[in-house]
């Protein structure tokens, strides 16, 4: 964000101390770091959700509560949310662009590429970026959003649940105000690169036009990167890892660096079938 200009304020949340002493560590410009029993202060209702489910439906809960939270403390009209795993190669006011004036949240379609339809039960919208602009008496939406994430945030699938991330089914049905960005370029993943790419007239002028990436599955070990394709059987193209994934791939081994993590590499362990499939893609490239 900071290398395309965008100098507005990042609220990190940090799970626990020892992530935000990491964190603060790297001196980030315009950067702020919530450790998350601050936001459970704020937030009484968070406490009693962590008690009734489990860890990861526990961090899906506090999605909207971060947003609300991010508005609390800065006063700020507009708050976008965005995961940790994306990547801005424009600035994100091209993002903002795609937002009417007339809404008062802006949320992004997953845009499954049609082998992955089936994938839409876990909701047609990313949760990934969300924009929310704060009216005089809040957000209407983001109030709703937040008391079903404390009713359920289950990760078994049922027909208006599935973590924070169904719910935005919700959205445009029960808020007029609510905006579907169509602006090209925007939260282009795994499973929606190969959509993406036959959208444009060509590969180049496509990878130009990305505004940022979602790099959901990439996983590093030492200087090997699995990119995270081959679960969407996909097959990325040179200029895909060199334009894309080789950017990503450099800044997080910097942060490394300055954090001091040793080893970095991610405990995630492959099954065998899932190692073939990562050759037959060659969904890898070395960090070098």
């Not at 039960?121 to 990934?128: D, K």
């Not at 105000?177 to 060509?202: C, D, F, H, M, R």
């Not at 030492?222 to 894309?244: A, E, I």
Request: net charge positive.
């Amino acid at each position: 964000m900071r290398k395309n200009g965008d100098s507005r304020t990042l609220y990190i949340i940090a799970h626990d101390q020892a992530t935000r002493v990491q964190i603060e560590s790297l001196n980030l410009k315009f950067s702020r770091v919530i450790e998350l029993s601050e936001l459970e202060q704020q937030y009484p209702e968070l406490r009693v959700a962590k008690m009734n489910r489990s860890k990861i439906e526990y961090i899906f809960c506090l999605s909207p509560f971060v947003v609300s939270y991010a508005h609390f403390i800065s006063g700020s009209s507009l708050v976008t949310y965005l995961d940790a795993d994306l990547y801005f190669f424009k600035s994100p006011e091209f993002a903002m662009e795609g937002f009417s004036e007339n809404a008062n949240v802006s949320i992004i379609e997953h845009d499954f590429h049609p082998k992955f339809l089936h994938l839409s039960e876990y909701g047609t919208f990313n949760v990934g970026w969300m924009s929310f602009r704060m009216q005089k008496h809040g957000n209407s939406t983001l109030d709703w959003w937040k008391s079903a994430c404390i009713e359920s945030t289950s990760t078994s699938v049922s027909e208006k649940v599935y973590a924070d991330q169904k719910y935005l089914n919700e959205f445009s049905s029960q808020f007029s105000e609510t905006q579907v960005n169509y602006k090209q370029g925007l939260n282009i993943a795994p499973w929606n690169i190969e959509n993406y790419l036959q959208k444009n007239t060509s590969e180049i002028e496509a990878l130009s036009n990305i505004v940022f990436f979602h790099f959901s599955g990439l996983r590093i070990y030492g200087k090997f990167v699995v990119l995270g394709l081959s679960g969407y059987s996909c097959t990325p193209s040179r200029q895909v890892k060199r334009k894309v994934y080789k950017p990503y791939a450099k800044s997080l081994n910097e942060a490394g660096k300055k954090l001091k993590l040793n080893p970095q590499a991610d405990s995630r362990k492959y099954k065998l079938r899932e190692i073939f499939k990562i050759i037959l893609h060659r969904d890898f490239i070395l960090n070098l």
